[in-house]
Each structure stands twice: as C-alpha cells, then as structure tokens.
C-alpha cells in the first residue's frame, strides 16, 4: 500500500494533502502518482499549475527521450486532469484557473495527437470556433472547446470578435465540416445571422454545418438565423457536433 | 497480427480519451451548475477575468496589488451584468429575423437580375491553396457590396456610389445607430422601417436599413452632421496654466494621481452641447494652446428640434440620444486625431457644458424630471436635498462611452439652475460675473436663451424656451449658418439686397438674416407690428426670386414666438431689480449668432432692450471658451462651481402678468423704455 511519501513530486504531494478530501480519491491518487515516474509527475503538476509552455516542453522532452505516448497521456496530461477535476468540484478553483488547465493540456496533446493518428486514432473532424463579431465573452465557447477536444475534434479557435470573413477564410483553409458560433449578448447574437448570410452570399453555406449556442440564443433564434443545430451547452456541443458530422456524411458532401 | 497489436493499442488509447471526456465532463456539468450561483469569469482569487469590460468590475487595490475584483452580487442571476432583459431578447429575435429577410430578398433580386446564373464563387478559389484563398479575403466584401448595389440598395449603398460619408462602426447591421441620414426627399421611394430602426421618428432612417424601393426616383438624403461656417471662438484670454492633468516626468497625472506613462502628448478636450450645434474645442494641455476647433449640427436633433421634445423622446427610447451624440463625437475625434496626429489615448480629460438636458443627456442620467414641473435636473434635486455638494458632475470618459484614454474623466461644472445649466455657469466665468461692481447682463441667444442679471449684490437668472426659428427651423426658408445662408439682407424699396455665408448662392436665412429681415420689413411699413403683411391678404412674398425664397406669415409668427421668450426673459428679470436698459452698464452678448446679429435691428423689433450699443460687447461662444478656460484651470472650475451657487432663478411662466407680458413681447416692435407693468 502506497503513502504520501511515496511521492516523489513534492507539489503533487501538497496537492493531495492540501486539497483532496475524499478517502478514496486520496488513495487513488496516491497509489497512480506513488507508481509513476518523476518526470510524469512534473507533466502533471504543470496541468494542475495550467502552466501550458511547462507542459509543451516537458511533453516534448519525454517524447524526444522515447517515453511512450500513452504513458505521457495517461500519467502526465490525464493524471494531472484529474486532480485539476477533483479541485474544481470542491470549489478550491474556479473557471478561469480550469481554463488555464485545458490549455496547457491542449499544449500537451499537440505533440501526442499526430502519434496517436499514426497510430489510428483519427480525428473526429475539424471545428472552426469564435464568439461573434463585437462580443469579447469567451468562456463558453473555451469549455466547448476544451470538451470538442477532449472528444477528439481538431479545433480552430479564431478567439472573440471574430467578423464574418475571417470565419468564411477559416472555413475554406481548414476545409472544416463544421463551424461553431458563440454569443453572450442580445445585442450581438444578430450578428450570428449576418455571418450565415455571409456564408450564403458567398455560396459557402451547403459546404459547412453552423452550430450556436450561447446565453441569448434558443432552439428558436437557431431555427430563425438559419443555423443547423443548438448547443444548450459544453457537452450538447460535443453531441450535436457528432450528430451534424453524421448528418452531413449522410447528405454525401 | 501487426494488426491485432494495432488494435489493442487503439483500444489502449481509446480507454484513455474516453477517461479524458470522463472528468472534462464532470467539469462541465459543474461549470454549468456552478454558473448558477457565481460568475464564471471570476476566477479564485475573486478577480475578474473578463476581457469585456463587465460593468461589476471595479479596480482595487487587494494586498498592495491593482486588481480587477467583481462587485457583483452572486446570489443574483450574473448574467444581469450582461444583457438579457426580455426586450432587449426581442430586439435581438428581431433583427434575427430582419437580417434573414433582408438578405433573403437581396439574394431574390440578384437572381431575377442575373440570367446567366450564380457565379459560384467558390469555383475559382477551391482549387487554388490555401494561401491564395485567404489573400482574396479582401476582394469579397466590394464583390458582395457591389451585387447587393444592383438591386434591393439601401441608401448606404447609394450613399457609397455618390461617394458621401456616412459613418458606421457595426458593419451595416443596424445595430450602432451611428447611419442615421435625415431623407429630403423621396421618403415613399424606400420600404418601411424596419425593426432596429423603431426609434426614429420623422425622415430620419438607418442607412444600412433603409431599402430603396425604386431606384433612381430621386432620393435625397444627408448625414445627421453639417457643419456650419459660422464659427466663434469667444474671447480668447490669457489663463494661467494649472490644469488637472499635468506630466510628471514619464507619468501623466491627473489630480496628482498617476493616470498613465506619457505617450507624447497631454490634450484636453471642450465640449460645447448646444441644443443644435455642438462645438469641441481641442487644447494642449501642456502649452495651453487650442490646436483645432470644430462644430457640427446636434445628431440628437433626430429627438425634435428643442429640449421638451428632447426628453420626451429619451423617455421613449432611453439612451439613444446619448448614443448618437457620443458617436458622433467619437466620430470627429477619430477625424481630428487623423487630421493632428495625435492619438485619441492622449486626451485625458473632457470638460461638457451644456444647458441642462443637454449635459444630463450626455451624462446618462435620467432627464425626466428637468421635463416636469419645477423643471430640475436629477442632480439639482439632489443638490437641494443635501445628498450632493454640488450639480458639478465627474465620471469616467469611457463610461459615457468616449473613445479617449481609458482613465480619462469627463467634468461637468454645476447648473446654474433649472434649465439654467453648466453652459451658463462656464460662459458667467469668461466674464467675471462676480468680480465687476456694475449692473451687468449676459443674455446667452440659443435654442433655449439664458438670461443672468447682477445687481446690487443680487444674481437672477432665467431661461427662456425660444426654439429654433432663429437656427433654421419652423422657418420654411430658415437655416443654421451653413455656407449659403443669408446673413445680411436689406430692403431696396423693390427687392432686397443680401449677402451670403461663403458667398455661395443663397439657400435660406440665418438668425442674422431673419433678424435683419423682420427689422427692414418693419422699418419700411412692410410688415405691421403683429406681423401682418402691408397687403393684408398676402400670406407670402418672395425674397430671392430666382432661388425661390420666399417668407411667410407663418414663418414671421414663428419668429415672433421665438423673439418673445428671449424679450420676456430679460424683461422679466429686468423688472425684478426695477431696472430699465438705461441702467444696464454692461451687456454682454453670447452665443454663436449672437456674434453676428445686427444690434440696432435687434433692438427695432424688441430682441434685445434698448441698451446703447457700446455698452453692448459680444463675446462670441462664451460657453465653449468657459470650458476651455475649466480645463486649463483648477482655479476657475473651484471658481465657478462657487459662483452658481448664489444666483437665484425666476420662473418666468409663474409671473402673474405673464401672459399680458408674451403677448406684448410677441409685437415687432422695440422693448418699452420705462417698463409697462411697472409693478
């Protein structure tokens, strides 16, 4: 049976003490962390830290040395995940801090994903996302980002205030299936009409599928701009992105 | 079997993802119910993280750091910080569906034009690469322009064929209100409005919204901003530099507080919010010098022509008389900073004066109570109750929504009183109201003239609703002095001879024309006193034959009115102190047209009292040069806020005689020299 002492990462080791209450999860985290190496430990406290360039090198080092992809995803990034999960249920952090966490997983994956498609994992498919023209809020589209990635999309994030134009460009260079909107405001959500009339202004529309979603928006105003689907939210986003890629094939584009 | 290794592999790392999607999910599940009872963006530290500029951030100083802390109330839906009362989820479902329908029929009229069919534009670019396709980004917006051009065009495409400006700042969707265009003519010739243009009234339209239904039928339109020729700088006096933002080595400071590292330049900015023209003065602050002056016509005009209508307007539709004069502002600092070469970042304080509505408009606060008896502003009741020192007013510069340095302040000196306001008090400090033993007058001539007497130690003040005639409207031939109008006219016995601003042919009379209008009409037995015609049956006659300008019973009513509440104002308050014009040592003259007004005709038909003319000074716009003289100086902003404080307000309407008083006021003819109603 594994201690606490068996832990070499000391921030690993105040991170349980500190801030995991729950027997088992305790042990459990103790028995993974006693059993795996340092420097997948260092991979993990760099996640729970939301450090993204500790984790982009670290990852990068441990695959130039040979260590397995597979370890470095599920001792490292996932380990690390984990805790950071663990911290966010019980309040200790909060979104903006778990944000942070999913970027510097995502600087971790990127070294691992082309690795793991060689070895069969393909992509789902790949996503443009952007909150719309005029609107800064992005909190919503990350966490559906965060979770499209996690399911195994490739995704664009064209960030906030994001014009109509650069969501066509972004479309046609990544040959995306898929495209998703995101708007916080009353004020803004129109413009998510403007951009799909953009897109049928430029003969673009039948080649992309347009999800929405955001505080404003219903099924109704959905149906109403034009969109293709709804995403109340993160995780009916993963959802109806899978649908819509099944529809689309379906459709034979 | 490389195969079976492969797939258990697969299987190995599938396990993982699927672990992976496990807790992402159990983090978003907890987001989403987290969000319920706190602000998603506020993150451990209880800072906010918003890049927005939520209105519950504030800035603090927590254990000796600056931070961005949230001041909302979590127990509340956070959401409140943003945006989603049911109406403005309306709007927002309306314009949804205004946009489908608008690009619905675009794209139907483009089709019936083109026979040859939809280039697809797509066609040429799939199979160049990918950086071809991004370069060609720019070509996309003209091609869609230009198609939409053919048919079912607003008139801002029109308005881009004609090459006239028209600002915009949200891409043509009709949410900035920054396009509105006043149509001249062929209103009939667009489709009716659409859902983001409800709160337009009149001829006035969104460009981006207003479709034209035949093209070609002769649709005249103009931007809300004119600018006028006739531009005063008052008088220009020397004032000792102490101004409120001051270098201080690489900082710039404001109040002594450091506000920001110095970017090369320290500006202020004067803004004068006539009720029809808005005058900003721009100064550097370091030298004291003005580097540029500019004027242009009120965008709230789009509200009604004077305050009364104003307000009732902001009732109904709150707020958009603060968006369009904000924007427009911006709009000319924008073109002022591209014009100097100085950036907008650089100003770090603006100081609005304004009559009363004007400045509590532009302030954002709610002006309904200046609208109703007895006619005060929110900040003068607050005043009277002790829960303000005074109607001085300071507020972030970004607040009200002015594109200037994120930490500039915008100040307000205090109303004088009633619809007396802060353009008043600032024009009473260009002239040392208090400092001068004589009896002294200022009338301020506007849309709403202010009258301030002082004598023997006692300090009236009045205003008087005038209206627009004198400035271009309710006069069918009337105009501010934009090039074209006729500021000078005189009667030849068989025709009359005028001047015009910029020289240009003539268009229409400005207050000094129509002044001299009526004086010449009275002087050779043209018009009788209560505005009759010599012919008495003629309801017209023409001035300018060959431009058709013509003047009318009506129009020499209107005028009649607007001369009466000036002549009451100082009538009144001349009674008051028992004073003729003969005891009046000093007058003095504000106000843009008032620099232009012939005194001996004012005088004739009773818009000034008889007081000798060289007693008489213009001062020119004394309002924006009071405003200047604020933001160079600390001093005179203490001084003026003390100043108001002492001068008391007649409700000339709540004078028992005044109807008998209006009545004889609204005759062309000279004030009495000893006052009639002697009380």
């Not at chain 1, 995101?182 to 992309?208: H, W, Y």
């Not at chain 2, 619905?104 to 799939?126: L, V, W």
Request: charged share 30%.
């Amino acid at each position: 049976m594994a201690v606490l002492a068996d832990i070499s990462n000391e921030f690993i080791r105040e991170e349980i003490e500190e801030f995991l209450e729950r027997p088992e999860e305790v042990g459990r985290s103790i028995g993974l962390f006693a059993r795996v190496t340092p420097k997948m430990q260092e991979i993990a406290a760099g996640i729970i830290e939301g450090e993204d360039d500790i984790v982009d090198e670290l990852t990068r080092a441990a695959l130039d040395e040979g260590i397995d992809a597979l370890e470095i995803m599920d001792d490292g990034l996932i380990a690390g995940m984990s805790i950071v999960g663990i911290k966010f249920r019980d309040a200790f952090i909060f979104v903006p801090e778990v944000l942070a966490c999913a970027r510097a997983m995502k600087a971790g994956m990127a070294h691992i994903e082309p690795i793991l498609s060689a070895s069969g994992i393909k992509s789902l498919g790949t996503v443009i996302m952007g909150t719309v023209k005029g609107d800064l809020h992005d909190i919503g589209k990350n966490l559906c980002i965060m979770m499209l990635r996690g399911a195994g999309f490739t995704v664009h994030d064209l960030g906030v205030d994001v014009d109509e134009d650069t969501f066509m460009d972004a479309v046609e260079e990544h040959r995306a299936p898929l495209l998703g909107m995101s708007a916080l405001l009353t004020t803004t959500m129109p413009n998510m009409g403007k951009t799909i009339e953009a897109f049928i202004d430029e003969d673009l529309r039948d080649d992309v599928k347009i999800m929405v979603g955001g505080a404003p928006v219903t099924q109704k105003f959905a149906d109403d701009m034009g969109a293709d689907g709804y995403g109340k939210d993160a995780l009916a986003c993963v959802s109806l992105a899978k649908s819509l890629l099944e529809e689309r094939a379906a459709q034979g584009v | 079997m490389g195969s079976e290794v492969s797939d258990t592999r697969q299987q190995e790392i599938q396990k993982s993802l699927d672990r992976l999607t496990e807790i992402l999910s159990g983090i978003v599940v907890q987001a989403d119910e987290q969000s319920l009872t706190r602000c998603p963006y506020k993150n451990a530290r209880d800072e906010c993280t918003a890049q927005f500029g939520c209105r519950n951030q504030r800035k603090r100083t927590v254990e000796g750091e600056r931070r961005l802390v949230c001041v909302g109330d979590d127990k509340l839906d956070y959401r409140e910080a943003w945006d989603s009362d049911p109406e403005s989820v309306k709007k927002a479902g309306d314009a949804l569906a205004a946009t489908r329908e608008t690009g619905r029929r675009r794209r139907d009229a483009r089709r019936r034009k083109s026979r040859t069919g939809r280039q697809k534009r797509k066609s040429g670019h799939r199979t160049s690469n990918a950086g071809r396709r991004t370069s060609n980004a720019g070509h996309r917006t003209s091609n869609a322009g230009r198609m939409a051009r053919q048919a079912g065009q607003t008139l801002f495409d029109l308005a881009d064929e004609l090459s006239k400006q028209v600002p915009t700042s949200c891409g043509r969707s009709g949410l900035c209100h920054e396009c509105i265009v006043e149509v001249h003519r062929g209103m009939d010739a667009l489709m009716p409005r659409t859902d983001p243009e409800s709160f337009l009234e009149g001829n006035y339209r969104l460009a981006c919204q207003a479709a034209i239904i035949e093209p070609g039928s002769g649709i005249e339109f103009s931007p809300l901003r004119r600018v006028p020729k006739i531009l005063t700088r008052g008088r220009r006096r020397r004032v000792d530099l102490d101004p409120m933002v001051t270098r201080s080595g690489d900082a710039v400071h404001y109040g002594g507080r450091p506000v920001d590292q110095y970017r090369g330049g320290i500006y202020g900015l004067a803004i004068d919010l006539g009720t029809t023209t808005v005058v900003m003065e721009l100064v550097d602050l370091e030298s004291g010098e003005t580097e540029h002056v500019c004027a242009f016509g009120n965008p709230q005009r789009i509200g009604g022509s004077d305050v009364m209508n104003r307000i009732s307007y902001d009732g109904k539709h709150r707020r958009e008389l603060w968006r369009v004069v904000a924007n427009t502002i911006n709009y000319e600092i924008a073109c002022m900073s591209d014009r100097f070469g100085f950036a907008p970042s650089e100003i770090y304080e603006t100081v609005v004066v304004g009559n009363s509505t004007m400045r509590d408009l532009f302030f954002r606060l709610d002006v309904q109570s200046i609208g109703t008896k007895p006619y005060k502003s929110l900040t003068e009741h607050e005043w009277q109750q002790g829960k303000r020192e005074s109607t001085a007013l300071s507020a972030s510069a970004r607040r009200l929504g002015l594109k200037i340095n994120r930490n500039a302040r915008a100040y307000s000196p205090p109303l004088v009183a009633s619809h007396v306001g802060a353009d008043v008090a600032a024009g009473l400090g260009v002239i040392d109201f208090d400092g001068d033993e004589r009896t002294v007058m200022l009338v301020d001539i506007g849309t709403n003239t202010e009258v301030v007497i002082r004598h023997d130690g006692r300090m009236l003040t009045a205003s008087c609703p005038a209206g627009p005639a004198f400035e271009g409207g309710l006069v069918k031939y009337g105009m501010p002095g934009y090039e074209g109008a006729i500021d000078r006219i005189s009667f030849t016995g068989d025709g009359f001879d005028y001047t015009t601003i910029g020289g240009t042919a003539p268009q229409g009379l400005c207050g000094s024309g129509l002044v001299d209008l009526l004086a010449e009409l009275r002087r050779h037995g043209q018009i009788s006193a209560k505005g009759v015609f010599a012919e008495k049956r003629r309801r017209e006659m023409t001035l300018v034959p060959e431009r058709n300008i013509t003047f009318s019973r009506e129009d020499a009513s209107n005028l009649a009115q607007a001369k009466a509440a000036t002549y009451c104002g100082q009538f009144i308050l001349m009674r008051h102190l028992g004073l003729t014009a003969d005891d009046i040592d000093k007058l003095y003259l504000a106000g843009a047209f008032a620099n232009y007004i012939d005194i001996d005709n004012a005088v004739e038909i009773g818009f000034l009292p008889g007081v000798p003319v060289e007693r008489i000074e213009k001062i020119g716009n004394a309002a924006i040069q009071g405003a200047r003289e604020i933001l160079l100086s600390r001093r005179h902003r203490t001084e003026t806020e003390q100043l108001v404080r002492g001068i008391e307000h007649i409700e000339l309407e709540t004078t028992p005689d005044f109807f008998e008083i209006f009545v004889e006021a609204c005759q062309l003819k000279p004030m009495p020299g000893k006052p009639r109603y002697w009380n």
